[in-house]
Structure formats: C-alpha cells, structure tokens
C-alpha cells in the first residue's frame, strides 16, 4: 500500500504550481467566458456607481444581509481600485488556486500528506457551474476546503475557541453562499460524527455552524428570498452528470466524466484500497441531498447538480492509499489530465473571447447611458461551450452605464433590481432570451420581440446569433455587424407600426 509519492516539501511545491496554472485561462485569454459573470459585472457596477445619473434612473440597489454576497463583498472594495470588469475578472481568477490549495491544506490536514487518489480531486475543479459563472457559490466552496482544514486543527482546543471559530467561519462561508455553507454543514458533521464520543458532544459542536439560520430566516422575512423549493426532474439531475466536466471540448469531456467516475467506483469497491470513513460520508450525504433537492433552491438554480463537483472531490480526497504500483501512475495521469483540461480552457477562452470583444466593440458606437434591448441564445442552447451571449451584453452597464434588459429581476436573491421598464416587459434577462427550434431553446421569436418592443423606451437593438428582418429596417439602422451580433439604432422620427 502507498499512501504517499512526493515529499513533503515538494509535495507542497507541487500544488503551489498547480494552483498557479489554475489561472493561465485568464491570464492567456481576452475575455474569461463566463456567461453568468457578464450579468454579475453589471450588478458590481452599479453597486459602486449608485449616484451616476444613468444607473439611478434603471437600476435600484439595496444593501442587505442574505447568503449570496461573495465576490459582490469583495468587489465593493477593489471595484473602485482597479475598475469593475478587472476587478472581477481578477477576483475571479482567484477561485481556482484558493479552490486547489483548499483541497491541499485538507488533505495534509486529515492524512499528513496529499493521498496520490487526491490529486484526482483536480479535475472537478473546473466543473460545469464553475464554467457557468456561479463565482460567489465556488468562492464559498473554495473556502468550505480551507475551514475544515483549520477545523482538524482547532477541534481538539477548548470549548470557547472552538465555538468561536465555528460562528466566525460558518457567517463567512454563508454569506458567500448558502449551499457552499450546506456543504461545509454536511462536511464538519461528517468528521465530527465519525469522531464523536456522544451524542450529545456531536449536537452542541454542531450547534454553531447552524447560528446563520437566524440571518437566513430574518432575510427570508424581510425580502422574500426568492421559491424555496422548484422543478425537480430526473432529466436535469441525469445530465447534470453528463455535463460534469463540461468546458470546451464534447467528446473529451464526456470521456473525462466516464473515466473519472469509472475510477471513483473501482477506489470506493476495491479491497486492495483504504478509505476514509469521514470524507466519503460526507461524500456520499452530497450526492444522496443532490438527488433529493430539486433544482431550484431559494431561487438558486442548478442547486442540485451544483453538488455534483464538490461531492467527486471529496470523494477522492477520502481515498487514503491505493496500492504502490498505483500509486505513481494515478498522480502522473490526475497532473497531465488536469493539465490538459486547463489548456483546453484557455485554448476555448482565447478563441471564443477573442470573437466576443469584437461583437463587444459595438459599444464603441454606443454612448453613455443607452438603452439597448438585447436578444441572444441562453448560455446552454446549442453548442457545448457555454455562450452566454445574451449574458456578454450586461457589460455594457460596466462599459457604457447603459439599460439592457439582461439582469435577473429575483426578489430577496441579488441586491440589485432593474426599474428602468418594471411592469412593462423587456426589463429582465427573461425578455432577452432568443428562441432556437432547432436546439429546442426556449425565448422570444426575433419579429415577436420587435413587434411588441416599446420602441420610445429603448434608443439601440443588440441582437446575437440572428438578425433583424428586412421589414423591420424601415425602423431600425444598422450600425455595427460582428462576428455573431448586430447592432441596430432605433429611428425615433419614424412612427412606430405594428408588425415587423
């Protein structure tokens, strides 16, 4: 049995690079295609430009307490300093190495050493809903990794310092999100339940980390907090496993999920292999909650299969040592694969940033606090790289301090809420979704959309990956035509007709 390849010290050294190469992908490419963060950057901007004349007019905003404030925390800070779009894309090419030194630290933490199976927990690291942009959940989880670390060490000291640390860090991880803060519950109940002398011992060590309830329940109450539960289905739960790993490349990726759960089951079913009681617990609970939760969890979608990544790697950290003739070829084989994963990322980004800047230097015939109507396919129609086209329209609120009707209208769930065309349609990012029959996408018709748009509450029309008809040209001027967008001005002198 080998429960260990490298040294200490280079074992550490190891992962420090690792984590570094986490971030090459948006190092090396122009623009991080991250569908959802395109949306949060418009929120971040008008956080820290409330007083602009523009960004009062469409947008309200409203600082509170709830468990989704990760990046925005953050970025209330740095946004200022280094501009909103760096600042973001910055802080979010954090989440990654945070992410894998996290699972460094645990490891060392739980066993003394890094487990060679444990390099395996790599791979998960840029998952599906990462890809989407779900920033402050993996900013929670990331740090979910770091607090059990710490937990191993501070568990044993005395029963002050424990709550202490238990009420400072459960407040930390719930405030960048809820479910990242569900993990790190199911997580520290799994050790402790594995360690306990009693029962009694085990539910007021608990008792802490469950103290957010109470700003949980005050911020239900008090801004509604978005559906607690909807929309379970088998199917989404089924593909959720097929979209894994999903990044850039269909084949590759969908041969990733399969082998690295065909690896899974034969460390979690072979004799030859020792475990982790605590860890593959822990686990286990993940996966069993992801099949019971629905999809949409206090407004937050995906939040079944969101479980998915988190669950594979702590799965494969509670792999404590596999056989020595395995041991070697399964950190090699987890380094190179993670290797090629990441080079896959940054190959997509760079290709597919490069053509979004361009169809983005629309915004250059644009000025300050226009208000564009977009239209554009949802992040998963089509393709298997996630486009977000729609999404890429918010950052002209970062760019031009402009009104696109992109953003999410959910209430109690983001501390921002469009009010430019509240209760008139064309206001929330449901209004910007272009309908695609051939990959079954559902949203608006291109005529439907111009016919019933309010045309003297909007001055521009930003269409992505269609175009606008010619019996609509008698209203609308092109003026800027990219690699998958138009933009087109409103001609305000000519009356409005129905039709087109």
């Not at 948006?26 to 901007?45: C, M, Q």
Request: charge should be positive.
């Amino acid at each position: 049995m080998s429960s260990t390849v490298l040294k200490p010290g280079r074992e550490g050294l190891v992962w420090l690079c690792l984590a570094l190469a986490s971030t090459l992908p948006f190092i090396i490419a122009p623009i991080p295609v991250l569908p959802d963060l395109f949306t949060h950057i418009g929120r971040y901007h008008v956080m820290n430009h409330q007083d602009d004349v523009w960004l009062s007019q469409y947008y309200a905003f409203d600082w509170h307490i709830l468990g989704n404030l990760g990046i925005d925390l953050l970025m209330a800070l740095i946004g200022p300093l280094l501009g909103t779009e760096r600042a973001a894309f910055f802080l979010t090419a954090g989440i990654p190495p945070l992410m894998i030194w996290g699972l460094y630290r645990l490891a060392r933490a739980r066993f003394g050493h890094v487990p060679p199976a444990a390099y395996l927990a790599l791979l998960p690291v840029f998952s599906f809903t990462f890809f989407h942009g779900f920033v402050n959940y993996w900013l929670g989880v990331a740090l979910v990794f770091h607090v059990a670390a710490s937990w191993l060490s501070v568990r044993e000291k005395s029963a002050l310092i424990r709550i202490a640390f238990a009420l400072v860090a459960g407040a930390l991880v719930w405030l960048c999100h809820t479910s990242a803060w569900g993990i790190l519950g199911v997580l520290i109940a799994a050790i402790e339940f594995d360690q306990r002398v009693n029962w009694r011992r085990f539910i007021w060590t608990m008792a802490p980390w469950a103290a957010p309830l109470i700003p949980m329940i005050v911020w239900r109450n008090t801004k509604g907090g978005g559906a607690l539960f909807d929309r379970w289905l088998w199917k989404e739960k089924l593909s959720g496993f097929v979209n894994l790993l999903r990044a850039e490349w269909q084949i590759f990726d969908i041969a990733s999920v399969v082998l690295l759960l065909a690896i899974l089951l034969w460390l979690c079913l072979s004799r030859h292999v020792t475990r982790d009681r605590a860890l593959l617990l822990c686990a286990g609970a993940l996966f069993g909650l992801s099949l019971l939760l629905p999809s949409t969890v206090l407004s937050s979608y995906f939040a079944d299969v969101r479980l998915y990544a988190p669950a594979l790697m702590i799965a494969f950290l509670g792999i404590r040592a596999v056989p020595q003739r395995f041991a070697q070829p399964l950190v090699i084989l987890a380094i190179a694969w993670f290797g090629l994963r990441t080079a896959e990322t940054t190959i997509g980004w760079s290709q597919r940033g490069t053509e979004m800047e361009a169809d983005l230097a629309a915004l250059d015939q644009v000025p300050m606090g226009a208000r564009i109507a977009v239209l554009g396919h949802s992040s998963e129609c089509g393709v298997w790289p996630l486009g977000g086209r729609s999404h890429a329209a918010s950052l002209a609120i970062a760019r031009r301090n402009a009104f696109v009707n992109t953003q999410w209208d959910i209430p109690g769930q983001h501390l921002m809420q469009p009010i430019y065309n509240l209760g008139r349609g064309f206001n929330d990012s449901k209004s910007a979704e272009l309908f695609n029959p051939v990959y079954g996408c559902p949203g608006n018709r291109v005529r439907t959309f111009l016919r019933y748009l309010p045309r003297d509450r909007f001055d521009y029309v930003w269409i992505w990956e269609a175009d606008a008809p010619a019996s609509a040209l008698h209203w609308l001027t092109p003026l800027y035509t990219g690699p998958t967008s138009r933009l087109y001005a409103i001609r305000k002198s000519t009356p409005a007709r129905s039709g087109g």
